[in-house]
C-alpha cells in the first residue's frame, strides 16, 4: 500500500489576528506541496469560530484549493444551517466534515445543547434533505470510542447512524494505537458500512499541550509514549525529533494496513506534517 498523490488531508483552525491569518498562508503555502486532497477549517465550541471559518476556507479556495468548513450542531438552528449552506454552495463548496461539536463554556456535562440538533447523524440529515448530494460530507469516527459515550457498541451504533443519514466517508479522532483503528474498521465493516475511514493523525510535539488535548477528547497516549515524553523534559527538540519517529512508524503502519488516507491535524504549523510525510518517502 502506497501514499498516493492526494490522500492526505490537512486541518486548520480559524486564526484569530491578522497576524495569525499572515502565518497561516506562510504554513499552507508550505504544506500544499504535499499536494493534499483538501484543507478543512475548524468551528469554535457553539459556533464562535463561524466567521474565520468562512474566510478561511475561501480565501484557501480562492488559493485554488480544495477547502471543507466544519460544521457544527452546537450553537445553530434550522435557519442559521440553511444560510451557510446555502452561502457555502453559492461559493462552490462541494465538501463539508459535518459534526456535533464542542459545547460552549458553561453548558457542562449537563447534556444541555444550545441549538435544534443534538447529534450530529440529525445535522448530516439535515444537510442532505436542504441540498441533496452537492456536497461530500465527512463525518467524525473515534476508533478509542466517543468519551461520552456509554459503550464500544453505542459509539458504533452512532457511527452507523451518521453513516445512514448520508456521510460519505469519515475521519477519525487522533489515536497512537493503530490496532484500535483496524479494530474499529473491522467492527464498521461488519455492521455493513463501507465508507472510506480516514486516520486522523496528531504530530506529537509538545507534551503538554499533547496531555490536555487527549484529556479532553479521549484520545489515549500509550504508557510507553507518555513515559518516554516525559523523560525528555523541557528539551523541546528531543520531543520533536521522538514524536516524529513515532508518528510517521504509526502512519507507515495504517498505510501498510490499508488506510485509505490521512488527516493530518496540523494546529496551523507546517514542519511536523512535512517531517512525517518525509519519513514516508517509499510511500508517496
Not at 480565501?59 to 480544495?66: D, L, S, T, V
Not at 496531555?211 to 513515559?227: N, T
Not at 525529533?241 to 488516507?261: N, S
Request: glycine share 8%.
Amino acid at each position: 500500500m502506497s501514499l498516493q498523490k492526494n490522500n492526505i488531508s490537512i486541518e486548520f483552525f480559524p486564526p484569530k489576528t491578522a497576524e495569525g491569518a499572515e502565518k497561516l498562508r506562510i504554513v499552507r503555502n508550505k504544506l500544499v506541496t504535499l499536494q493534499p486532497k483538501y484543507f478543512s477549517v475548524t468551528f469554535g465550541a457553539g459556533g464562535s469560530t463561524q466567521q474565520g471559518t468562512r474566510d478561511t476556507v475561501l480565501e484557501i479556495q480562492r488559493e485554488g484549493f480544495e477547502a471543507a468548513p466544519h460544521l457544527s450542531c452546537v450553537g445553530s438552528s434550522p435557519d442559521s444551517l440553511r444560510a451557510i449552506l446555502a452561502d457555502y454552495k453559492a461559493h462552490g463548496i462541494r465538501r463539508l466534515v459535518a459534526l456535533r461539536g464542542d459545547l460552549p463554556s458553561g453548558y457542562g456535562a449537563s447534556g444541555a445543547t444550545s441549538g435544534e440538533f443534538r447529534y450530529a447523524n440529525e445535522l448530516i440529515a439535515f444537510i442532505r434533505a436542504e441540498t441533496g448530494d452537492w456536497f461530500h460530507i465527512e463525518a467524525a469516527a473515534y476508533p478509542e470510542m466517543h468519551p461520552q459515550a456509554k459503550s464500544p457498541q453505542q459509539d458504533l451504533h452512532s457511527f452507523v447512524r451518521k453513516v445512514h443519514a448520508g456521510a460519505n466517508a469519515a475521519i477519525t479522532q487522533y489515536f497512537y494505537n493503530a490496532d484500535a483503528y483496524f479494530r474499529f474498521v473491522d467492527a464498521v465493516r461488519k455492521e455493513g458500512v463501507d465508507v472510506p475511514v480516514v486516520a486522523g493523525i496528531m504530530p506529537i510535539t509538545n507534551y503538554s499541550q499533547l496531555m490536555r488535548f487527549s484529556d479532553m477528547c479521549g484520545a489515549e497516549i500509550p504508557r510507553w509514549i507518555r513515559l518516554k515524553l516525559a523523560s525528555f523534559g523541557d528539551d523541546s527538540e528531543s520531543i520533536k525529533a521522538f514524536g516524529v519517529d513515532v508518528v510517521t512508524e504509526l502512519c507507515a503502519r495504517l498505510l501498510d494496513g490499508g488506510a485509505p488516507g490521512l488527516h493530518f491535524y496540523s494546529l496551523n504549523q507546517s514542519v511536523p506534517t512535512l517531517a512525517i510525510c518525509a519519513g514516508l518517502n517509499g510511500r508517496i
